[in-house]
């Protein structure tokens, strides 16, 4: 039996037995879909509560539902953020839809000293790539949805994190790196958490990467080809995945 469309809300949908869906999902299951009252979704609270719903309702307006079961499903260990480079043109909407798919929990974008990128219209760029998280997170089927975080300048974002934490893994690959992803992996099983550095298309200046390794993290490589800023998320989230999931 095939399992009913799934679609994600926020918990201030909920109403004791119901739930209210509203906005462009509305469209999408009474036009798209055709659903009608007595059919059957699954919507996710997007914190890993997943809530099996008859329609009870359909207007133009929203749609009602009834809960008539559910299930926790939680996200899965190390939790990885990364910091990515705004790289050129429309990337970020690639890297934040396959960082998704792959697993991501945060991702920041960051104002580095070699990206060419014009910050402009911040709060439309987030909700964008915010958006197409949502989006990716639907068709993966995960259980929560990642967070796109505010721009920052690279050096504000590291002093955010603060002292390194015996349970938090950093990664800072860079084409000067000469320590093998694998080998960092091995050393630190059992991580709660993950973070790595993505630089943009230029990569990261010596003095980026100098103020990373003070802040601790690991300069590693990749392997012995230069990748392109959009295919390095894609290939260390892959890596993280092998080696922890």
Request: glycine share 8%; hydrophobic share 40%; aromatic share 6%.
């Amino acid at each position: 039996m095939p399992r009913p469309p799934r679609f994600f809300i926020s918990p201030d949908q909920i109403s004791g037995p119901r739930i209210a869906i509203a906005g462009e999902d509305v469209r999408h299951i009474a036009t798209v879909l055709r659903m009608q009252a007595g059919g059957e979704l699954l919507l996710c609270d997007g914190e890993g509560t997943e809530y099996t719903v008859k329609i009870t309702r359909v207007e133009r307006s929203g749609i009602t539902t009834e809960i008539t079961g559910q299930s926790k499903r939680e996200p899965r260990s190390p939790r990885i953020t990364f910091g990515q480079g705004l790289p050129k043109s429309d990337k970020m909407d690639l890297i934040v839809q396959k960082a998704t798919e792959l697993g991501a929990a945060g991702i920041v974008p960051l104002v580095t000293e070699r990206a060419v990128v014009k910050v402009r219209d911040e709060e439309k760029r987030i909700a964008r790539w915010q958006k197409i998280a949502r989006e990716a997170a639907m068709q993966s089927n995960r259980p929560d949805i990642p967070k796109v975080f505010p721009i920052r300048r690279f050096d504000d974002y590291l002093r955010t994190l603060g002292p390194p934490q015996a349970e938090t893994l950093l990664i800072l690959p860079w084409e000067e790196g000469t320590e093998p992803i694998k080998n960092v992996f091995t050393r630190n099983p059992g991580m709660q958490n993950i973070i790595f550095l993505i630089g943009p298309e230029g990569g990261f200046s010596a003095a980026e990467a100098e103020s990373a390794k003070i802040r601790g993290f690991h300069p590693v490589s990749l392997g012995p080809n230069i990748l392109r800023t959009e295919t390095a998320a894609i290939a260390v989230l892959s890596m993280i995945g092998y080696e922890y999931f």
